[in-house]
């Protein structure tokens, strides 16, 4: 395989012809680049790519016959220098964690310019086992902070009735945990969700979905 950005060999897939040739005419425009193929399903893909062997797989995610990971999965197993570039209007969070894992080396969104795709593959010639995405950092920090507020049962159970406005020992009476436990339960939600005191700690569980409704506790 290739590394040398002048001589690259792209193989396009999507199941859209206009995207299809929008996207070989965004190459063709790259000096030293050749579509070997443009292809619109998984198992023509993965012909095209014996018949051919390419430098870079662009690929789009849905196809009429399975995923673009589908491709990514089954020649990551066996060639570890290709690039494998998704090119996807569904570009959320999980989306891009599924490609990364899958072993593509970039990921694009549809609404960014051409020039995007081709940077992209010339990257991922030269880095195949990298990954090149824009969102990227945003896409981990979500995730990290949704893992640092993810809440056990019992801590879910216990910031439920907080909201209901029950204390510590009356908490600990319904759910059968003694005063002390509850109250270690309790600090554990609110450093789980950066609060100081059980306002702040219901506000931040209601603003990230862990609760719909809050009962101002009676006089």
């Known amino acids: 395989m290739t590394t040398d950005t002048a001589d690259l060999r792209v193989l396009i897939v999507d199941d859209h012809e206009l995207v299809r040739e929008g996207l070989a005419g965004a190459f063709s425009r790259v000096e030293g680049t050749e579509v070997t193929g443009s292809v619109g399903t998984v198992a023509e893909a993965i012909a095209a790519y014996h018949d051919d062997r390419p430098d870079v797989i662009v690929t789009d995610l849905q196809l009429q016959d399975g995923t673009g990971l589908d491709i990514i999965r089954q020649v990551r197993q066996t060639d570890e220098k290709i690039g494998l570039v998704v090119v996807t209007m569904h570009s959320g969070d999980d989306q891009i964690f599924a490609a990364m894992e899958a072993g593509a080396s970039a990921f694009v969104g549809k609404d960014a310019p051409s020039t995007e795709v081709v940077r992209a593959a ?65 600090a554990r939600i609110y450093q789980k969700l950066g609060a100081q005191n059980r306002a702040q700690a219901l506000v931040t569980a209601m603003r990230i979905g862990l609760l719909s409704t809050v009962q101002r506790p009676s006089s």
């Open 122 to 186: 010339r990257h991922a010639a030269v880095s195949p086992r990298s990954f090149l995405c824009t969102g990227l950092a945003g896409a981990m920090m979500r995730r990290m902070s949704a893992e640092s507020t993810r809440l056990s049962q019992r801590e879910h159970d216990v910031l439920l009735l907080l909201a209901d406005g029950a204390n510590a020992a009356a908490i600990g009476q319904q759910l059968y945990m003694s005063e002390s436990t509850v109250k270690s339960h309790i």
